[in-house]
């Protein structure tokens, strides 16, 4: 599951405000911004809504690894 510095990023990559992720996602902003601040976890259906709007939207999560942690990047449009 995507960790808050992820969806910060993603929303970031496709210029999005909370408001807009809120809004194609419909999952509260108040439960985004809290998630993203880390001053709340986010049950697992709620994360996937989230994680499954961005990635339609063009990013694709980079799991972390020995070397690097984890990310995103935007999917190559052709």
Sequence with gaps: MPTPAQIRMARAALG????????ASSVAE?????????????????????????????????EADDRYGPGVRLKNRT
């Design 30 to 62: 108040s439960t985004i911004l809290r998630f993203e601040t880390g001053k709340g976890g986010m049950q697992t259906g709620t994360l996937s809504k989230i994680r499954e709007t961005l990635e339609h939207a063009g990013i694709v999560f980079l």
């Design 16 to 23: 999005l405000s909370v408001r807009e992720l809120a809004d």
